[in-house]
């Protein structure tokens, strides 16, 4: 197929594939050949089958390589509270005395957007799905750094500037602005950066979004043809709120409006009925599961009985942070913990299906991404088994799951491209990234702490 006059791409060879292909399983010798974005081969390096010609040729030996990770929920922005608002208890939208989305200037969310984009990167995960404040200008600058970045400004009809002071204010012209962003955001971006670049609706929370601008989204999802995703029961008080405006659970809103299913991701899910359950599983909607966020504040979602459902269960990092790879761990755990034992239902390669395939289906791109398959797009992770906490080596994927770590990523590729190498970033400065970031965040911290705000939050 390729000869010196029309060489591949890119050849990797020697590494251990976890493919996450059900046909192809693992191979503890094995050869990538990836062409025009794409895996053209995917099997094992036989020594007697000479390399094809390529334009570039890897040997991965001692590496262990995965599909770049998915993470379905995260706010790149919010890295502006890390470090202080895992000890507070309260998502920071609710909470007084901090950094607000409304508070952020374009500028400062670039500045913070590119910082979690590039971590989720160095740590592997070749999509995210971002929302927050500023999406026509995070979006782009997050897409240079060479990941996929499917991501939505916050769509709520809800008067953000007061709700960390308990008031929910619904307004019109809010929905029609945000939702309006929105839309203007899909125009504009939607498979530009060579296709990594896409929108999503992001309709905050059923709390924070009146029935009305719930049931505009799912026309405007649509008319579009695209996902939706969204926050859900995430705590008591979204329940409570949701109770006594509409008479009834998040869950069963969103049923009623038309957006629960397969195209929409429920992030969360903390506080859903066995009811909910069976609504959710039944709707075959995706479940954007945040374990370790979920556990920082003390809480868990019922994970376990959501697939049994029959949910789809994808991973995610949500704030602060973006190691997938701890947040594989912490669902294993988290999972083994309600289940009080360790079953075969609940095992690493389930958590790697989740933070690949699991992510792929909940974003609409199961026949491209998630796995190490022939004619999928090209993105992959390579970690160095070459060290002290990943040997012995006898089972990769136990040893991924168990032990490894975010920071033991050497190579990522995405859409062919080799965007991380040698554990550093190939499309930015990361001095200049790191203190862009820092200088945002001390300038948001300064004028929270002079707005004097208090300390007042609302109970979750």
Known sequence: MFDSENPADLVIHGAHLLTVDPHLGEIPLGRLVIHKGRFVEVGPDDESRALPPARRVIDLSGHVVTPGFINVHTHTILTMVRGVAEDMGFAPAYTAGVPHGHDVTEEEAVALARLGAAEALLFGSTLINDSFVHANQALPAMGELGLRVIACGRIHDVDFTRVHEGIWNHRSAIGEKTLGQAIALHERWQGQMDGRLGVELAAHAPDTCSRQLLAQVAEVRDALGIQVNGHLSQSR?????????????????????????????????????????????????????????????????????????????????????????????????????????????????????????????ALGLQDDLGSLSPGKRADLVAFNFRRPHLVPVTKALGNLVHTAQGRDVELVVCNGDVVVEQGVLCRADSEVLLADAQQAADALWRRARAQGTGNRACQL
């Not at 008479?247 to 991701?265: A, H, I, Q, Y």
């Not at 809480?299 to 949500?318: C, K, S």
């Open 237 to 361: 008080t979204e329940n409570q709120r949701v109770f006594e405006r509409d008479g009834m659970s998040p869950t069963e809103l969103l049923e009623d409006v038309g957006l629960l299913g397969p195209r929409f991701t429920a992030a969360h899910c903390m506080y859903v009925s066995d009811s909910d359950i069976a609504r959710l599983g039944a709707s075959r909607t995706n479940v954007a599961h945040v374990p370790r966020g979920n556990a920082t504040g003390g809480r868990i979602a019922p994970t376990q009985h959501l697939r049994t459902a029959g949910a789809n269960l994808a991973l995610a990092t949500d704030n602060m942070h973006a190691d997938m790879v701890e947040v594989m761990r912490w669902a294993l755990i988290v999972g083994r913990l309600q289940a009080g034992e360790i079953n075969d239902s609940w095992q690493p390669h389930h958590v790697l299906e989740m933070a690949t395939m699991g992510g792929a289906r």
